[in-house]
């Protein structure tokens, strides 16, 4: 009974994992807290991010980005802007096809932009794009010129380099001008011209001269043939020559004057341009060859024509 009761009495044996006492003059350690993942709160609010972003947005597109500031997308017009354009749409359906002199007056009386705009027709014609034979290509010798300086090349040799230059060409030569063109991508010229004698050197620019649409060939009266003046060439297409040619759709456009003009002159240009390509028709179309003949300016509605 003597032992148990003094075993009752002796205080407990202290734990083996309890901690010890600090030493006199230091603080315990105060345990760190843990923490947070930042793949944690990224992966959480990556959801968050994806259902905010819009439907048909494209991964690199900022959310608070207009639409009128898009690439490819213009600008929403103004409220006076559209009122202009609908008054000038429903003034143009009421009068319909007019005549060609009644065409430039209402083209004259919508005009709005500050600079001085280009008169352009456009015809749509009933041709097979298809066949090679249907193809409607040409130039024609505007009366009065189409309001702007023309800056043409010519690649001669010989004599004719004098009499081109004399005849107001800005640029003449052979060799000396394929070379420029190939080695610096020289492209200050409107027109090119070339004497028959020269396309076999010419023939060399067809991929620099081909797409841009400045490639001699005989088709739009740009290769001077032997007999053939190249003085008077020269001259036709720096007053005002123009070239046309039928698009995939079957339609030809040209510009053929400015704003400025008479609108007499205005109508001999246009008039001179129609039967040009009236005069061009190919023998294989059937039915319309002329569908619509439109009169438009550079900032301006089309007005259908009657001729």
Not at 66 to 82: A, D, E, N, T, Y
Not at 94 to 101: D, F, R, S
Not at 159 to 182: S, T, W
Not at 222 to 242: L, Q, S
Request: glycine share 10%; proline share 7%.
């Amino acid at each position: 009974m003597a032992k148990k009761t003094e075993e009752a009495g002796t205080p407990a044996a202290a734990p083996a994992d309890a901690a010890k006492e600090p030493k006199e003059g230091k603080k315990p350690r105060e345990p760190k807290e843990p923490k947070a993942k930042p793949a944690a709160a990224a992966e959480g609010a990556a959801p968050a991010a994806t259902a905010a972003a819009p439907a048909g947005a494209q991964p690199g597109d900022s959310p608070n980005k207009k639409k009128g500031k898009q690439p490819g997308v213009s600008p929403r017009r103004g409220k006076k802007l559209r009122n202009h354009i609908k008054n000038q749409e429903q003034k143009i359906g009421k009068e319909g096809a007019v005549p060609i002199k009644k065409a430039i007056g209402l083209l004259k009386s919508m005009k709005r932009a500050k600079f001085d705009e280009t008169v352009e027709v456009h015809m749509s014609l009933g041709i097979d794009t298809t066949q090679s034979d249907q193809m409607v290509r040409g130039s024609v010798s505007l009366p009065h010129g189409i309001g702007k300086t023309v800056r043409v090349v010519v690649f001669c040799q010989g004599d004719n380099v004098g009499k081109a230059k004399e005849a107001g060409a800005d640029f003449a030569g052979g060799q000396d001008l394929v070379d420029k063109i190939q080695k610096e991508n020289w492209l200050d010229f409107d027109v090119a011209l070339a004497t028959q004698d020269m396309m076999g050197t010419a023939s060399r620019l067809g991929k620099v001269l081909g797409p841009r649409g400045l490639m001699p060939t005989p088709k739009a009266g740009t290769v001077v043939p032997a007999t053939a003046d190249i003085a008077a060439a020269v001259r036709e297409f720096k007053a005002g020559k123009v070239e046309y040619r039928s698009d995939k759709g079957g339609n030809v456009s040209a510009g053929v004057g400015k704003m400025s003009f008479d609108e007499d002159k205005l109508a001999a240009n246009v008039t001179a341009f129609v039967e040009q390509v009236r005069s061009v028709k190919p023998t294989g179309v059937k039915g319309n060859y002329i569908k619509a003949i439109t009169l438009s300016a550079t900032m301006s509605p089309g007005v259908p024509v009657s001729m």
